[in-house]
């Protein structure tokens, strides 16, 4: 069968804008016969590097990555707005697209006029939009404004108007780019019904989207792009599934190089000893207001923290944790000189400023009796119960009466990643009961 979409070895270069030298005209540029060779190949970037892929009839297909990586290129490539430079995309049917917020409207004309146009551009007649414009602006939920100039609607009358008219000139193939995101709740559950229409009617989607669960959730297949280049291909959760560890990785980089950040000025800010102070409840340079206190170190370093990481079930230190998860953080220490009088501290703070929760050894009725030398502390949370979110640590030793051995403020971060979209901080433990006439649909897969 012949694929609704075929995309062979797919490249598509753009020219980078430069500084150096820029042509006073394009006669100029011919004339002097440099138009070529001031194009060095440093001043361009390829956007599509030998992408291919096949789109059965009636498949719903998904296009993941990160920004920049290709996949709007693409998706206006498959639509024909753009030519690849190199390799070959075939689409076999009427294609609707809808691909940037407000493109093919004109600002200065009505919605009304804008539906015609567009309906004609997709490839109907002017008596065929008459019969479908009524629907077509019940969909958008545009009658109070259809007459208005489309300059004067927001970005989600655009969207919704575009969306409209995509999808009810009845395409045998639908292209949709990441323009959802500017929808309210209840346009965008009505579009995903629309979608659920058109895969009962066997038509092929092409959706572009940030959407990780629209993806799994509505589509056969998923592309994932990265750099330009075709990185995985296939089911989505498995496609999702390994966008999502590439994704953390970065993320998990990112952090530590942060993280290392602070900790190194943090180090070079702080001095290497300090005297003991006068008085021992005053802390030196601690902040009078702990809760809020930015980032820092400071203490005598009598007892110093050398090290610290969290570590996650894998028994790998890193950055980035699942919701529920189990997470040490581990603390090294070097005691200068013996000493029975020590506390350890550890401090959660979410990404404002608030604290989560914090507790030390002295609360949890540890009684010290003596540290010398190296050592190892490890704070385990059997289970991190938090939403999705970055999150900071405190970490410190100190004598009982508050005096300051060594305090790290918020040097070191992570971040908690969930599916499930709660809000808040903490996730407690929790189920749902339900008793009478209360019924629900089958779980959501």
């Not at 804008?17 to 060779?37: E, N, V």
């Not at 009358?157 to 780019?177: K, N």
């Not at 008085?279 to 340079?285: I, Q, S, Y």
């Amino acid at each position: 069968m012949t694929p609704a979409i075929d995309v062979r070895n797919v490249s598509k270069v753009y020219r980078r804008y430069a500084r150096k030298k820029q042509f006073a005209t394009l006669k100029s540029a011919l004339l002097s016969g440099s138009l070529i060779s001031d194009l060095q190949p440093d001043e361009t970037f390829p956007a599509l590097q030998g992408v291919s892929f096949s789109v059965p009839k009636g498949c719903t297909y998904g296009v993941v990555g990160r920004n920049g990586s290709g996949k709007s290129t693409l998706l206006k490539c498959v639509a024909g707005i753009t030519r690849p430079n190199s390799g070959s995309v075939e689409v076999d049917g009427r294609i609707s697209a809808l691909i940037e917020l407000g493109a093919g409207f004109h600002p200065e004309i009505s919605g009304r006029e804008n539906v015609f146009i567009n309906g004609i551009m997709l490839g109907l007649t002017k008596r065929e939009i008459t019969k479908r414009f009524d629907e077509i602006v019940e969909f958008a939920e545009l009658k109070d404004f259809i007459d208005a100039p489309v300059k004067t609607y927001s970005s989600g009358m655009y969207m919704r108007l575009g969306f409209a008219v995509a999808v009810h000139v009845d395409p045998e193939v639908l292209l949709i780019d990441e323009v959802l995101a500017v929808g309210d709740q209840s346009f965008t559950l009505k579009c995903l019904d629309k979608f659920a229409e058109f895969r009962r009617r066997n038509k092929t989607i092409m959706l572009v989207t940030h959407s990780l669960d629209l993806v799994e959730k509505f589509c056969d297949q998923a592309l994932w792009l990265d750099k330009g280049k075709n990185h995985g291909e296939g089911e989505p959760r498995r496609v999702v599934a390994q966008y999502l560890i590439d994704v953390g990785k970065a993320e998990e980089q990112l952090l530590a190089r942060e993280e290392a950040g602070r900790v190194a000025q943090a180090v070079a800010d702080a001095p290497v000893e300090a005297e003991r102070p006068a008085d021992p409840a005053d802390g030196g340079d601690a902040p009078a207001d702990m809760f809020k206190a930015t980032e820092g170190r400071w203490g005598t370093r009598e007892i110093e923290i050398t090290h610290a990481e969290l570590v996650g079930e894998d028994g790998e230190p890193g950055h980035v944790f699942q919701s529920g998860e189990a997470v040490r953080v581990v603390m090294k220490v070097r005691a200068h000189q013996p000493s029975n009088d020590f506390v350890f501290g550890f401090g959660l703070f979410n990404a404002d400023g608030v604290c989560c929760y914090g507790t030390n050894t002295n609360i949890e009725k540890l009684d010290p009796e003596s540290i010398s030398g190296e050592a190892e502390v490890t704070f385990h949370i059997d289970r991190l119960e938090l939403v999705e979110g970055t999150y900071r640590l405190d970490l410190a030793v100190h004598k009982v009466d508050g005096y300051p051995y060594d305090y790290h403020r918020q040097l070191y971060s992570f971040r908690v990643k969930s599916r499930t979209p709660d809000v808040g901080i903490y996730r407690p433990p929790h189920r749902w009961e339900f008793k009478g006439d209360v019924r629900w649909k089958p779980t959501r897969s």
